[in-house]
Protein backbone atom coordinates (compact mmCIF):
# COMPACT_ATOMS: atom_id res chain seq x y z
CA UNK A 1 0.00 0.00 0.00
CA UNK A 2 1.08 3.60 -0.89
CA UNK A 3 0.30 6.23 1.80
CA UNK A 4 -0.62 9.12 -1.03
CA UNK A 5 -4.15 6.35 -1.90
CA UNK A 6 -4.24 4.86 1.32
CA UNK A 7 -8.24 5.93 3.02
CA UNK A 8 -6.85 6.60 6.80
CA UNK A 9 -7.70 10.12 7.90
CA UNK A 10 -5.38 10.52 11.36
CA UNK A 11 -6.40 13.31 13.34
CA UNK A 12 -3.66 15.16 14.93
CA UNK A 13 -4.94 16.27 18.38
CA UNK A 14 -6.39 13.98 20.95
CA UNK A 15 -10.19 13.81 20.55
CA UNK A 16 -12.19 14.77 23.58
CA UNK A 17 -15.00 11.86 23.84
CA UNK A 18 -11.71 9.54 24.51
CA UNK A 19 -10.18 9.11 27.88
CA UNK A 20 -8.50 5.68 27.22
CA UNK A 21 -4.87 5.86 25.40
CA UNK A 22 -6.04 2.86 23.11
CA UNK A 23 -9.31 4.98 21.77
CA UNK A 24 -7.28 8.12 21.77
CA UNK A 25 -5.12 6.49 19.37
CA UNK A 26 -7.72 4.06 17.27
CA UNK A 27 -9.33 7.36 16.18
CA UNK A 28 -6.15 9.48 15.55
CA UNK A 29 -4.64 6.86 13.88
CA UNK A 30 -7.92 6.45 11.62
CA UNK A 31 -8.16 2.72 12.57
CA UNK A 32 -12.03 3.39 14.08
CA UNK A 33 -15.03 5.87 13.97
CA UNK A 34 -17.90 5.90 16.13
CA UNK A 35 -20.98 5.63 15.01
CA UNK A 36 -22.87 5.44 17.98
CA UNK A 37 -22.39 4.84 21.67
CA UNK A 38 -20.39 1.50 21.61
CA UNK A 39 -20.50 0.97 18.32
CA UNK A 40 -17.42 1.66 16.12
CA UNK A 41 -17.00 1.12 12.43
CA UNK A 42 -13.36 0.03 11.29
CA UNK A 43 -11.49 1.67 9.11
CA UNK A 44 -8.61 0.19 6.35
CA UNK A 45 -6.22 0.95 9.18
CA UNK A 46 -8.26 -0.91 11.95
CA UNK A 47 -9.46 -3.79 9.91
CA UNK A 48 -6.32 -4.80 8.46
CA UNK A 49 -5.29 -5.42 12.20
CA UNK A 50 -8.29 -7.02 13.40
CA UNK A 51 -8.24 -9.31 10.51
CA UNK A 52 -4.52 -10.11 11.79
CA UNK A 53 -5.95 -11.09 14.90
CA UNK A 54 -8.66 -12.90 13.94
CA UNK A 55 -6.20 -15.49 11.49
CA UNK A 56 -4.01 -15.92 14.50
CA UNK A 57 -6.68 -17.06 16.64
CA UNK A 58 -8.48 -19.12 13.71
CA UNK A 59 -4.74 -20.98 13.38
CA UNK A 60 -4.60 -21.63 16.95
CA UNK A 61 -7.80 -22.86 17.65
CA UNK A 62 -7.61 -24.95 14.35
CA UNK A 63 -4.22 -26.17 15.58
CA UNK A 64 -6.31 -27.26 18.70
CA UNK A 65 -8.00 -29.28 16.83
CA UNK A 66 -11.35 -26.91 17.29
CA UNK A 67 -13.51 -26.73 13.54
CA UNK A 68 -15.10 -23.25 12.75
CA UNK A 69 -18.87 -22.62 12.24
CA UNK A 70 -21.05 -19.55 12.08
CA UNK A 71 -24.19 -19.16 13.69
CA UNK A 72 -26.85 -16.48 13.58
CA UNK A 73 -26.35 -13.65 15.39
CA UNK A 74 -30.33 -13.18 15.94
CA UNK A 75 -31.66 -15.90 18.20
CA UNK A 76 -35.13 -16.62 19.01
CA UNK A 77 -36.20 -16.54 22.57
CA UNK A 78 -38.05 -20.06 22.84
CA UNK A 79 -34.24 -21.22 23.24
CA UNK A 80 -33.29 -19.00 25.74
CA UNK A 81 -36.46 -19.84 27.37
CA UNK A 82 -35.79 -23.40 27.76
CA UNK A 83 -32.39 -22.64 29.95
CA UNK A 84 -34.13 -19.83 32.06
CA UNK A 85 -32.06 -17.08 30.80
CA UNK A 86 -34.64 -14.89 29.17
CA UNK A 87 -35.13 -14.07 32.34
CA UNK A 88 -32.03 -14.42 34.28
CA UNK A 89 -29.61 -12.71 31.97
CA UNK A 90 -30.87 -8.77 33.03
CA UNK A 91 -30.96 -5.94 30.61
CA UNK A 92 -27.42 -6.83 28.51
CA UNK A 93 -29.98 -8.42 26.34
CA UNK A 94 -31.32 -6.94 23.71
CA UNK A 95 -34.62 -8.33 23.32
CA UNK A 96 -36.79 -7.28 20.31
CA UNK A 97 -39.88 -9.00 18.13
CA UNK A 98 -40.48 -9.53 14.22
CA UNK A 99 -43.55 -8.92 12.26
CA UNK A 100 -45.12 -11.68 14.00
CA UNK A 101 -44.77 -10.36 17.75
CA UNK A 102 -42.17 -13.55 18.17
CA UNK A 103 -39.55 -12.50 20.53
CA UNK A 104 -36.13 -12.79 19.64
CA UNK A 105 -32.34 -11.42 21.04
CA UNK A 106 -29.55 -10.22 19.48
CA UNK A 107 -26.86 -12.89 20.97
CA UNK A 108 -24.38 -11.91 23.70
CA UNK A 109 -23.02 -15.17 23.88
CA UNK A 110 -24.23 -18.50 21.90
CA UNK A 111 -24.58 -21.66 24.52
CA UNK A 112 -28.19 -21.91 23.46
CA UNK A 113 -27.67 -21.86 20.19
CA UNK A 114 -25.07 -24.09 19.96
CA UNK A 115 -26.40 -26.61 22.31
CA UNK A 116 -29.61 -27.09 19.83
CA UNK A 117 -27.32 -27.43 16.92
CA UNK A 118 -25.43 -30.17 18.84
CA UNK A 119 -28.51 -31.93 20.25
CA UNK A 120 -30.58 -32.29 16.84
CA UNK A 121 -26.78 -34.07 15.50
CA UNK A 122 -25.07 -36.15 18.26
CA UNK A 123 -26.98 -39.20 18.64
CA UNK A 124 -23.66 -41.43 19.72
CA UNK A 125 -20.94 -41.68 21.96
CA UNK A 126 -19.05 -41.82 18.55
CA UNK A 127 -19.65 -38.38 17.30
CA UNK A 128 -17.60 -37.53 20.57
CA UNK A 129 -15.64 -35.02 21.44
CA UNK A 130 -16.31 -32.31 19.36
CA UNK A 131 -15.21 -28.87 19.74
CA UNK A 132 -17.35 -25.71 17.69
CA UNK A 133 -16.00 -22.26 17.29
CA UNK A 134 -16.54 -19.46 15.65
CA UNK A 135 -15.72 -15.60 15.06
CA UNK A 136 -18.41 -13.39 15.04
CA UNK A 137 -20.51 -10.03 16.06
CA UNK A 138 -21.78 -10.00 19.58
CA UNK A 139 -24.27 -7.86 20.94
CA UNK A 140 -24.33 -6.51 24.55
CA UNK A 141 -26.65 -3.27 25.93
CA UNK A 142 -24.20 -2.71 28.61
CA UNK A 143 -24.88 -0.35 31.03
CA UNK A 144 -21.51 1.75 30.54
CA UNK A 145 -20.43 1.23 26.80
CA UNK A 146 -17.13 3.17 27.16
CA UNK A 147 -12.99 3.27 26.35
CA UNK A 148 -13.67 2.96 22.92
CA UNK A 149 -13.16 -0.93 21.56
CA UNK A 150 -12.12 -2.02 25.38
CA UNK A 151 -16.38 -2.03 26.51
CA UNK A 152 -18.30 -1.71 23.22
CA UNK A 153 -22.19 -2.87 22.94
CA UNK A 154 -21.67 -4.36 19.37
CA UNK A 155 -17.63 -6.22 18.95
CA UNK A 156 -16.61 -9.76 18.14
CA UNK A 157 -15.54 -12.79 19.20
CA UNK A 158 -13.93 -15.84 19.25
CA UNK A 159 -16.65 -18.47 21.17
CA UNK A 160 -15.91 -21.53 21.43
CA UNK A 161 -17.74 -24.56 22.72
CA UNK A 162 -16.65 -28.14 23.68
CA UNK A 163 -18.73 -31.37 23.94
CA UNK A 164 -17.43 -34.43 25.60
CA UNK A 165 -18.91 -37.73 27.05
CA UNK A 166 -17.52 -37.18 30.55
CA UNK A 167 -15.85 -35.53 33.00
CA UNK A 168 -12.53 -36.70 32.36
CA UNK A 169 -12.85 -35.57 28.75
CA UNK A 170 -14.31 -32.24 29.74
CA UNK A 171 -11.42 -31.53 31.87
CA UNK A 172 -9.34 -32.72 28.94
CA UNK A 173 -11.05 -30.40 26.29
CA UNK A 174 -10.72 -27.56 29.52
CA UNK A 175 -6.95 -28.20 29.84
CA UNK A 176 -6.36 -28.33 25.67
CA UNK A 177 -7.78 -24.69 25.79
CA UNK A 178 -6.39 -23.27 28.30
CA UNK A 179 -2.94 -24.33 26.77
CA UNK A 180 -4.01 -23.40 23.43
CA UNK A 181 -4.63 -19.61 24.81
CA UNK A 182 -0.96 -19.53 26.49
CA UNK A 183 -0.21 -20.69 23.15
CA UNK A 184 -2.03 -18.10 21.06
CA UNK A 185 -1.85 -15.08 23.55
CA UNK A 186 2.87 -15.56 23.24
CA UNK A 187 2.13 -16.05 19.86
CA UNK A 188 1.09 -11.99 19.89
CA UNK A 189 3.78 -10.57 21.24
CA UNK A 190 1.60 -9.79 24.34
CA UNK A 191 2.27 -10.35 28.13
CA UNK A 192 -0.43 -11.54 29.61
CA UNK A 193 -1.46 -13.90 32.78
CA UNK A 194 -3.81 -16.41 33.49
CA UNK A 195 -6.21 -16.00 36.98
CA UNK A 196 -9.06 -17.78 38.65
CA UNK A 197 -12.69 -16.24 37.30
CA UNK A 198 -16.24 -15.24 38.41
CA UNK A 199 -18.50 -17.54 35.93
CA UNK A 200 -20.78 -14.45 35.62
CA UNK A 201 -24.54 -15.08 33.40
CA UNK A 202 -22.94 -17.97 31.92
CA UNK A 203 -22.38 -20.36 34.92
CA UNK A 204 -20.36 -23.52 35.13
CA UNK A 205 -18.13 -24.92 37.97
CA UNK A 206 -14.71 -23.38 36.71
CA UNK A 207 -12.90 -20.81 35.05
CA UNK A 208 -9.84 -18.22 34.38
CA UNK A 209 -9.64 -15.57 32.55
CA UNK A 210 -7.04 -14.45 30.53
CA UNK A 211 -5.80 -10.81 31.02
CA UNK A 212 -3.48 -8.78 29.37
CA UNK A 213 -1.43 -6.65 31.77
CA UNK A 214 -1.56 -2.94 31.15
CA UNK A 215 -2.00 -0.60 34.30
CA UNK A 216 -4.60 1.02 32.76
CA UNK A 217 -7.00 -2.35 33.16
CA UNK A 218 -9.96 -2.59 34.51
CA UNK A 219 -9.92 -5.45 36.11
CA UNK A 220 -7.94 -6.15 39.08
CA UNK A 221 -5.68 -9.42 39.57
CA UNK A 222 -4.80 -10.36 43.12
CA UNK A 223 -1.38 -12.97 42.45
CA UNK A 224 0.70 -14.64 45.39
CA UNK A 225 4.32 -15.20 44.70
CA UNK A 226 4.20 -17.93 47.22
CA UNK A 227 2.36 -20.63 45.49
CA UNK A 228 1.31 -18.74 41.98
CA UNK A 229 -2.47 -18.32 43.14
CA UNK A 230 -3.91 -15.69 41.27
CA UNK A 231 -7.25 -14.42 40.31
CA UNK A 232 -9.44 -11.83 39.49
CA UNK A 233 -10.45 -9.56 42.51
CA UNK A 234 -14.25 -10.24 41.87
CA UNK A 235 -13.49 -13.89 42.54
CA UNK A 236 -10.57 -13.74 45.04
CA UNK A 237 -11.34 -15.26 48.14
CA UNK A 238 -10.31 -13.60 51.46
CA UNK A 239 -9.02 -16.59 54.25
CA UNK A 240 -12.11 -17.85 56.61
CA UNK A 241 -10.99 -16.97 60.19
CA UNK A 242 -9.24 -19.80 61.94
CA UNK A 243 -11.41 -19.01 65.12
CA UNK A 244 -14.74 -18.09 66.07
CA UNK A 245 -15.75 -16.38 69.63
CA UNK A 246 -19.59 -14.97 69.21
CA UNK A 247 -19.83 -16.63 72.72
CA UNK A 248 -17.48 -13.81 73.96
CA UNK A 249 -18.91 -11.60 76.64
CA UNK A 250 -20.67 -8.35 74.92
CA UNK A 251 -22.82 -5.73 77.23
CA UNK A 252 -26.70 -5.39 76.07
CA UNK A 253 -26.66 -3.10 73.20
CA UNK A 254 -26.58 0.86 73.99
CA UNK A 255 -28.30 3.29 71.78
CA UNK A 256 -25.84 6.43 71.21
CA UNK A 257 -26.38 9.85 69.41
CA UNK A 258 -24.20 10.12 66.12
CA UNK A 259 -25.71 13.50 64.81
CA UNK A 260 -24.84 14.12 60.72
CA UNK A 261 -22.22 11.20 61.12
CA UNK A 262 -22.83 9.14 57.96
CA UNK A 263 -20.03 7.87 57.20
CA UNK A 264 -17.50 4.65 59.32
CA UNK A 265 -15.21 7.36 59.17
CA UNK A 266 -17.07 9.93 60.51
CA UNK A 267 -18.58 7.10 63.32
CA UNK A 268 -14.88 5.91 64.10
CA UNK A 269 -12.97 9.42 64.16
CA UNK A 270 -16.46 10.74 66.82
CA UNK A 271 -17.24 7.64 68.51
CA UNK A 272 -12.93 7.99 69.13
CA UNK A 273 -13.00 3.55 67.88
CA UNK A 274 -11.01 2.27 64.65
CA UNK A 275 -13.25 1.77 61.78
CA UNK A 276 -12.91 -2.34 62.14
CA UNK A 277 -15.15 -1.74 65.36
CA UNK A 278 -18.04 -0.29 63.06
CA UNK A 279 -20.25 -2.77 60.64
CA UNK A 280 -20.75 -1.50 57.69
CA UNK A 281 -24.75 -2.82 56.83
CA UNK A 282 -25.44 -2.40 52.64
CA UNK A 283 -28.74 -2.37 51.46
CA UNK A 284 -29.35 -3.90 47.91
CA UNK A 285 -32.56 -4.94 46.03
CA UNK A 286 -31.79 -8.14 43.93
CA UNK A 287 -34.44 -9.75 41.62
CA UNK A 288 -37.29 -7.84 43.53
CA UNK A 289 -36.10 -8.54 46.95
CA UNK A 290 -34.34 -6.73 49.64
CA UNK A 291 -31.05 -7.81 51.31
CA UNK A 292 -28.70 -6.29 53.67
CA UNK A 293 -24.94 -7.37 53.55
CA UNK A 294 -22.60 -6.60 56.76
CA UNK A 295 -19.06 -6.33 56.35
CA UNK A 296 -16.39 -4.78 58.77
CA UNK A 297 -16.24 -0.81 58.07
CA UNK A 298 -12.74 -1.06 57.42
CA UNK A 299 -13.67 -3.49 54.18
CA UNK A 300 -15.46 -3.24 51.17
CA UNK A 301 -18.40 -5.54 49.79
CA UNK A 302 -17.41 -7.92 46.75
CA UNK A 303 -20.78 -7.49 44.82
CA UNK A 304 -19.73 -10.65 42.82
CA UNK A 305 -19.91 -12.74 45.73
CA UNK A 306 -22.52 -11.10 47.14
CA UNK A 307 -24.63 -11.90 43.52
CA UNK A 308 -23.10 -15.41 43.30
CA UNK A 309 -24.21 -16.21 46.71
CA UNK A 310 -27.86 -14.55 46.47
CA UNK A 311 -28.13 -16.48 42.25
CA UNK A 312 -28.98 -12.80 41.54
CA UNK A 313 -29.67 -11.72 38.09
CA UNK A 314 -29.78 -8.18 38.80
CA UNK A 315 -28.15 -6.37 42.07
CA UNK A 316 -28.87 -2.71 42.19
CA UNK A 317 -27.83 -0.72 45.87
CA UNK A 318 -31.13 0.27 47.27
CA UNK A 319 -31.72 4.23 46.87
CA UNK A 320 -32.37 6.56 49.41
CA UNK A 321 -36.34 6.26 49.35
CA UNK A 322 -35.87 2.38 49.56
CA UNK A 323 -33.39 2.63 52.69
CA UNK A 324 -35.69 5.30 54.07
CA UNK A 325 -38.54 2.41 54.47
CA UNK A 326 -36.23 -0.24 54.89
CA UNK A 327 -34.61 1.17 58.11
CA UNK A 328 -37.00 4.12 58.39
CA UNK A 329 -33.74 6.35 58.58
CA UNK A 330 -31.45 8.39 56.07
CA UNK A 331 -29.05 6.49 54.38
CA UNK A 332 -25.69 6.16 56.52
CA UNK A 333 -27.93 4.96 59.80
CA UNK A 334 -28.29 1.29 58.70
CA UNK A 335 -27.82 -1.97 60.79
CA UNK A 336 -29.04 -5.13 61.38
CA UNK A 337 -31.50 -4.79 64.20
CA UNK A 338 -35.10 -4.20 63.34
CA UNK A 339 -34.43 -4.21 59.69
CA UNK A 340 -37.12 -4.36 57.75
CA UNK A 341 -35.50 -6.52 54.92
CA UNK A 342 -35.99 -10.47 53.41
CA UNK A 343 -32.67 -11.44 53.96
CA UNK A 344 -29.41 -10.26 56.02
CA UNK A 345 -26.18 -11.84 55.39
CA UNK A 346 -22.96 -11.18 56.87
CA UNK A 347 -19.45 -11.45 56.02
CA UNK A 348 -17.65 -14.64 57.77
CA UNK A 349 -14.24 -12.50 59.20
CA UNK A 350 -17.28 -11.34 61.18
CA UNK A 351 -17.70 -14.40 63.08
CA UNK A 352 -14.53 -13.60 64.75
CA UNK A 353 -15.21 -10.88 67.29
CA UNK A 354 -18.39 -9.08 68.83
CA UNK A 355 -19.32 -6.20 70.67
CA UNK A 356 -19.84 -4.15 67.36
CA UNK A 357 -20.98 -0.38 66.52
CA UNK A 358 -23.96 -0.30 63.74
CA UNK A 359 -26.23 1.87 62.85
CA UNK A 360 -29.58 2.08 64.63
CA UNK A 361 -32.03 2.49 61.76
CA UNK A 362 -32.94 5.83 63.10
CA UNK A 363 -31.18 9.16 61.71
CA UNK A 364 -28.58 10.43 63.44
CA UNK A 365 -28.21 7.20 66.37
CA UNK A 366 -25.91 4.17 66.50
CA UNK A 367 -25.84 0.59 68.41
CA UNK A 368 -22.68 0.47 70.87
CA UNK A 369 -22.19 -3.14 72.04
CA UNK A 370 -23.63 -5.44 69.18
CA UNK A 371 -23.62 -9.35 69.29
CA UNK A 372 -24.52 -10.17 66.11
CA UNK A 373 -25.75 -13.26 66.94
CA UNK A 374 -27.60 -12.45 70.35
CA UNK A 375 -28.65 -9.28 68.72
CA UNK A 376 -29.58 -9.89 65.08
CA UNK A 377 -31.05 -12.60 62.76
CA UNK A 378 -28.08 -12.73 60.34
CA UNK A 379 -29.08 -15.50 58.04
CA UNK A 380 -26.11 -16.62 56.84
CA UNK A 381 -22.07 -15.53 57.16
CA UNK A 382 -20.06 -16.28 53.82
CA UNK A 383 -16.91 -14.51 52.33
CA UNK A 384 -18.22 -11.51 50.95
CA UNK A 385 -15.34 -9.00 51.32
CA UNK A 386 -13.06 -7.67 48.91
CA UNK A 387 -9.64 -8.62 49.09
CA UNK A 388 -7.54 -5.98 50.43
CA UNK A 389 -3.68 -5.16 50.53
CA UNK A 390 -3.81 -6.79 53.93
CA UNK A 391 -4.99 -9.71 53.34
CA UNK A 392 -2.56 -13.01 52.82
CA UNK A 393 -3.35 -15.58 50.00
CA UNK A 394 -6.38 -17.68 50.65
CA UNK A 395 -3.92 -20.94 49.40
CA UNK A 396 -0.57 -20.45 51.23
CA UNK A 397 -1.37 -17.36 53.41
CA UNK A 398 1.40 -15.94 52.04
CA UNK A 399 1.78 -12.15 51.08
CA UNK A 400 -0.06 -11.33 48.07
CA UNK A 401 0.13 -8.52 45.34
CA UNK A 402 -2.05 -6.57 42.70
CA UNK A 403 -1.70 -6.70 39.07
CA UNK A 404 -4.01 -4.41 36.49
CA UNK A 405 -5.32 -6.26 33.70
CA UNK A 406 -7.84 -6.09 30.80
CA UNK A 407 -9.67 -9.35 30.05
CA UNK A 408 -8.81 -10.90 26.69
CA UNK A 409 -9.79 -14.44 27.05
CA UNK A 410 -12.38 -16.34 29.62
CA UNK A 411 -12.40 -20.13 29.40
CA UNK A 412 -15.91 -21.88 31.32
CA UNK A 413 -16.14 -25.74 32.61
CA UNK A 414 -20.06 -25.67 32.00
CA UNK A 415 -20.44 -29.44 32.62
CA UNK A 416 -24.07 -30.44 31.87
CA UNK A 417 -25.46 -26.86 32.89
CA UNK A 418 -26.69 -26.23 29.36
CA UNK A 419 -27.43 -29.63 27.98
CA UNK A 420 -29.21 -30.78 31.00
CA UNK A 421 -31.45 -27.69 30.34
CA UNK A 422 -31.87 -28.48 26.81
CA UNK A 423 -32.03 -32.19 26.44
CA UNK A 424 -28.84 -32.66 24.55
CA UNK A 425 -27.95 -36.35 25.19
CA UNK A 426 -26.13 -39.25 23.62
CA UNK A 427 -25.92 -42.75 23.96
CA UNK A 428 -23.02 -44.19 25.28
CA UNK A 429 -21.12 -47.70 24.14
CA UNK A 430 -23.91 -49.89 26.47
CA UNK A 431 -26.75 -47.89 25.34
CA UNK A 432 -27.06 -45.66 28.25
CA UNK A 433 -28.39 -42.12 27.06
CA UNK A 434 -26.21 -39.35 29.10
CA UNK A 435 -26.25 -35.71 28.82
CA UNK A 436 -23.12 -34.06 27.39
CA UNK A 437 -20.50 -32.18 28.92
CA UNK A 438 -19.80 -28.84 27.67
CA UNK A 439 -16.77 -25.93 28.14
CA UNK A 440 -17.09 -22.74 26.64
CA UNK A 441 -14.38 -20.45 25.35
CA UNK A 442 -14.44 -16.75 24.80
CA UNK A 443 -12.15 -14.23 23.19
CA UNK A 444 -12.61 -10.71 22.76
CA UNK A 445 -11.24 -10.27 19.32
CA UNK A 446 -12.23 -6.30 18.88
CA UNK A 447 -11.31 -5.86 22.74
CA UNK A 448 -7.31 -7.38 22.28
CA UNK A 449 -6.91 -4.43 19.83
CA UNK A 450 -7.11 -2.09 21.87
CA UNK A 451 -5.36 -4.06 24.77
CA UNK A 452 -2.26 -4.48 22.49
CA UNK A 453 -2.32 -0.88 22.14
CA UNK A 454 -2.96 0.05 26.19
CA UNK A 455 0.30 -2.17 26.82
CA UNK A 456 2.55 -0.94 23.47
CA UNK A 457 2.31 2.81 23.03
CA UNK A 458 4.05 6.29 23.70
CA UNK A 459 3.13 9.73 23.77
CA UNK A 460 4.08 9.25 19.97
CA UNK A 461 1.61 6.52 19.22
CA UNK A 462 1.05 2.29 19.40
CA UNK A 463 3.86 0.08 18.51
CA UNK A 464 1.88 -2.86 17.34
CA UNK A 465 3.30 -6.79 18.04
CA UNK A 466 4.60 -7.38 14.52
CA UNK A 467 2.00 -10.18 13.98
CA UNK A 468 -0.98 -8.01 14.53
CA UNK A 469 0.29 -4.67 12.98
CA UNK A 470 -1.90 -3.33 10.12
CA UNK A 471 1.29 -2.90 8.38
CA UNK A 472 4.16 -4.65 9.82
CA UNK A 473 7.01 -2.27 7.94
CA UNK A 474 6.40 1.55 7.17
CA UNK A 475 9.02 2.76 4.52
CA UNK A 476 9.34 6.60 4.97
CA UNK A 477 10.73 7.70 1.17
CA UNK A 478 12.16 11.16 2.39
CA UNK A 479 12.65 12.64 -0.94
CA UNK A 480 9.43 11.53 -2.86
CA UNK A 481 10.30 13.83 -5.74
CA UNK A 482 13.92 12.86 -6.79
CA UNK A 483 13.40 10.27 -9.23
CA UNK A 484 16.16 8.00 -8.33
CA UNK A 485 15.42 7.93 -4.66
CA UNK A 486 11.80 7.02 -5.88
CA UNK A 487 13.37 3.94 -7.78
CA UNK A 488 15.13 2.73 -5.04
CA UNK A 489 12.23 2.87 -2.54
CA UNK A 490 10.10 0.66 -5.01
CA UNK A 491 13.04 -1.75 -5.23
CA UNK A 492 13.02 -1.81 -1.54
CA UNK A 493 9.58 -2.30 -0.83
CA UNK A 494 9.70 -5.24 -3.11
CA UNK A 495 12.38 -6.65 -1.07
CA UNK A 496 10.32 -5.82 1.60
CA UNK A 497 7.08 -7.90 0.62
CA UNK A 498 9.61 -10.87 -0.38
CA UNK A 499 10.44 -11.16 3.21
CA UNK A 500 6.94 -12.02 3.84
CA UNK A 501 6.27 -8.73 5.67
CA UNK A 502 3.44 -6.21 4.35
CA UNK A 503 4.75 -2.99 4.25
CA UNK A 504 2.75 0.59 3.75
CA UNK A 505 5.13 2.97 1.86
CA UNK A 506 4.96 6.90 2.89
CA UNK A 507 5.05 8.03 -1.09
CA UNK A 508 3.60 11.24 -0.03
CA UNK A 509 5.31 14.66 -1.05
CA UNK A 510 5.35 16.05 2.90
CA UNK A 511 7.98 17.25 5.03
CA UNK A 512 10.43 14.71 6.54
CA UNK A 513 9.40 15.75 9.89
CA UNK A 514 5.71 14.83 9.35
CA UNK A 515 6.32 12.19 7.81
CA UNK A 516 8.29 10.44 10.95
CA UNK A 517 5.26 11.48 13.17
CA UNK A 518 2.50 9.87 11.01
CA UNK A 519 4.78 6.57 10.74
CA UNK A 520 4.90 7.05 14.54
CA UNK A 521 1.01 7.01 14.83
CA UNK A 522 0.58 4.36 12.63
CA UNK A 523 2.20 1.61 14.80
CA UNK A 524 4.49 -0.17 12.23
CA UNK A 525 6.67 -1.71 14.70
CA UNK A 526 9.44 -1.61 12.14
CA UNK A 527 10.42 1.05 10.09
CA UNK A 528 12.77 2.03 6.93
CA UNK A 529 13.93 5.56 6.34
CA UNK A 530 15.19 6.38 3.06
CA UNK A 531 16.94 9.78 2.81
CA UNK A 532 19.47 11.60 -0.06
CA UNK A 533 22.08 11.38 2.49
CA UNK A 534 21.82 7.56 3.33
CA UNK A 535 20.99 6.99 -0.22
CA UNK A 536 24.22 8.80 -1.57
CA UNK A 537 25.97 6.87 1.15
CA UNK A 538 24.07 3.40 -0.18
CA UNK A 539 22.29 3.04 3.53
CA UNK A 540 18.25 3.17 4.48
CA UNK A 541 18.02 3.75 7.80
CA UNK A 542 16.05 0.71 10.34
CA UNK A 543 14.19 1.96 13.04
CA UNK A 544 12.98 -0.64 15.76
CA UNK A 545 10.08 1.69 17.26
CA UNK A 546 9.25 -0.45 19.99
CA UNK A 547 12.88 -0.48 21.62
CA UNK A 548 14.19 2.90 19.70
CA UNK A 549 17.09 1.33 18.34
CA UNK A 550 18.50 2.38 15.24
CA UNK A 551 21.02 0.39 12.54
CA UNK A 552 21.68 1.10 9.19
CA UNK A 553 20.49 -1.58 5.90
CA UNK A 554 22.93 -1.45 2.73
CA UNK A 555 20.84 -0.97 -0.04
CA UNK A 556 23.49 -3.21 -2.27
CA UNK A 557 22.45 -6.25 -0.29
CA UNK A 558 19.01 -4.43 1.58
CA UNK A 559 16.86 -7.98 1.17
CA UNK A 560 19.70 -9.78 3.40
CA UNK A 561 19.98 -7.34 5.90
CA UNK A 562 16.44 -6.02 6.31
CA UNK A 563 15.66 -10.01 6.44
CA UNK A 564 18.28 -10.57 9.58
CA UNK A 565 16.89 -7.25 10.86
CA UNK A 566 13.61 -7.88 10.81
CA UNK A 567 14.06 -11.30 12.54
CA UNK A 568 16.11 -9.68 15.61
CA UNK A 569 13.37 -7.41 16.20
CA UNK A 570 10.61 -10.20 16.72
CA UNK A 571 13.17 -12.34 18.79
CA UNK A 572 14.87 -9.46 20.60
CA UNK A 573 12.14 -7.10 21.19
CA UNK A 574 9.26 -8.91 21.17
CA UNK A 575 10.23 -12.50 21.67
CA UNK A 576 8.49 -13.80 18.89
CA UNK A 577 9.83 -16.60 16.93
CA UNK A 578 8.67 -15.23 13.22
P1 LIG B 1 -16.42 -8.26 31.11
O1 LIG B 1 -16.20 -8.85 32.47
O2 LIG B 1 -15.26 -7.47 30.61
O3 LIG B 1 -17.72 -7.57 30.96
P2 LIG B 1 -17.40 -10.79 30.36
O4 LIG B 1 -16.76 -11.60 31.40
O5 LIG B 1 -18.81 -10.43 30.45
O6 LIG B 1 -16.52 -9.49 30.10
P3 LIG B 1 -17.28 -13.03 28.52
O7 LIG B 1 -18.69 -13.41 28.52
O8 LIG B 1 -16.31 -13.82 29.28
O9 LIG B 1 -17.15 -11.48 28.93
O10 LIG B 1 -16.83 -12.82 27.00
C1 LIG B 1 -15.63 -13.31 26.42
C2 LIG B 1 -14.71 -12.18 26.03
O11 LIG B 1 -15.36 -11.20 25.21
C3 LIG B 1 -14.19 -11.39 27.21
O12 LIG B 1 -13.09 -12.04 27.77
C4 LIG B 1 -13.83 -10.05 26.57
O13 LIG B 1 -12.52 -10.11 26.04
C5 LIG B 1 -14.82 -9.91 25.44
N1 LIG B 1 -15.88 -8.96 25.80
C6 LIG B 1 -16.90 -9.15 26.66
N2 LIG B 1 -17.69 -8.08 26.75
C7 LIG B 1 -17.16 -7.16 25.91
C8 LIG B 1 -17.53 -5.82 25.54
N3 LIG B 1 -18.59 -5.24 26.06
N4 LIG B 1 -16.75 -5.17 24.63
C9 LIG B 1 -15.67 -5.77 24.10
N5 LIG B 1 -15.28 -7.01 24.41
C10 LIG B 1 -16.00 -7.71 25.30
MG1 LIG C 1 -15.55 -12.99 31.20
Not at 287 to 292: I, L, N
Not at 367 to 376: F, G, K, S, W
Not at 457 to 482: C, K, M, R, T, Y
Not at 498 to 526: I, M, Q, W, Y
Request: include cysteine.
Amino acid sequence: MRLSQYYVPTLREDPAEAEVISHKLLLRAGMIRKLTSGMYSFLPHGFRSLNKISNIVRREMDRAGCQEVLLPLVQPADLWRETGRWDLYGRELLRMKDRHQRDYCLGPTHEEVITDLVRDEIRSYRQLPVNLYQIQTKFRDEIRPRFGLMRCREFIMKDGYSFDRDEKENEESYRIMQQAYESLFSGLGLSFRAVEADTGPIGGSQSHEFMVLADTGEDSLVVCSGCGYAANLEKAEVPSPQSGNTEAECPQPELVQTPGMHTVADVAAYLEVPRNRILKTLLYKSDGSSVAAIVPGDRELNETKLANLLGAAELEMADAEAVQNWSGAEVGYSGPLGLAVDRVLADHSLLEGTDWICGANQTDAHYRHIHLDRDAAVELYADLATVGEEDVCPKCRTAISFQKGIEVGHVFKLGTKYSSAMNATYLDAEGRERHILMGCYGIGVTRLLAAAIEQNHDENGPFFPPSIAPFEVELLNLGPQEEDLSATAESLRSAVLETGADVLLDDRVERPGVKFKDADLLGSPLQVILGKKGYDQGVAEAKDRKSGERTTLSLTDFYREFAAWRSRVWQQTWRLGN
